[in-house]
């Protein structure tokens, strides 16, 4: 095989380790009774509080419509905060409770154990050579920042 071809599989490898490494992480968020799209949602309404509904929407990839039960449930759980945006009326700031900082602060913990184990396998250098090429993959792909396909469902 030439050194400039793509050696067969190459796609289907990387969706077996994001399937993989996806079904992990939800399993290590079950363990804290949420979603990996609440903890998507906990995290982004951490980073930019006073958020939108639909600016978490945009951020997560989902449609609207899907957010709002999201938030309910993480607003009946204690975690998030709607209060009416006083520059908007129509729009809802989201901020998190001080439980729901709390569970960011777990949620951080999980990630970084979880991308520690995932990336495990590889040497300080293929890390930083793998985040390069995936960031180009997922820029060249339209995927937001925050967004993860499973979420759009």
């Given at each position: 095989m030439p050194s400039d071809a793509v050696p067969p599989r190459t796609a289907f490898l990387l969706a077996q380790?994001?399937?993989s490494a996806a079904d992990r992480f939800q399993?290590?968020?079950a363990a804290l009774g949420l979603t990996a799209r609440e903890a998507g949602a906990i995290r982004i309404i951490g980073q930019r509080p006073g958020i939108s509904q639909r600016e978490v929407a945009h951020a997560l990839g989902a449609p609207p419509s899907r957010i709002v039960a999201l938030l309910d449930e993480l607003s009946s759980s204690g975690l998030v905060d709607r209060e009416r945006n006083e520059a908007d009326r129509r729009n809802n700031a989201l901020s998190l409770t001080d439980e729901g900082r709390t569970m960011l602060s777990r949620l951080r913990a999980v990630a970084e154990a979880h991308q520690a184990e995932v990336l495990d396998v590889l040497e300080p250098d293929e890390r930083v050579a793998l985040?390069?090429?995936l960031q180009k993959l997922s820029a060249g792909t339209g995927?937001?920042?925050?967004g993860h396909p499973g979420y759009r469902g």
């Amino acid at each position: 095989m030439p050194s400039d071809a793509v050696p067969p599989r190459t796609a289907f490898l990387l969706a077996q380790v994001g399937a993989s490494a996806a079904d992990r992480f939800q399993a290590r968020v079950a363990a804290l009774g949420l979603t990996a799209r609440e903890a998507g949602a906990i995290r982004i309404i951490g980073q930019r509080p006073g958020i939108s509904q639909r600016e978490v929407a945009h951020a997560l990839g989902a449609p609207p419509s899907r957010i709002v039960a999201l938030l309910d449930e993480l607003s009946s759980s204690g975690l998030v905060d709607r209060e009416r945006n006083e520059a908007d009326r129509r729009n809802n700031a989201l901020s998190l409770t001080d439980e729901g900082r709390t569970m960011l602060s777990r949620l951080r913990a999980v990630a970084e154990a979880h991308q520690a184990e995932v990336l495990d396998v590889l040497e300080p250098d293929e890390r930083v050579a793998l985040a390069a090429l995936l960031q180009k993959l997922s820029a060249g792909t339209g995927l937001t920042r925050d967004g993860h396909p499973g979420y759009r469902g």
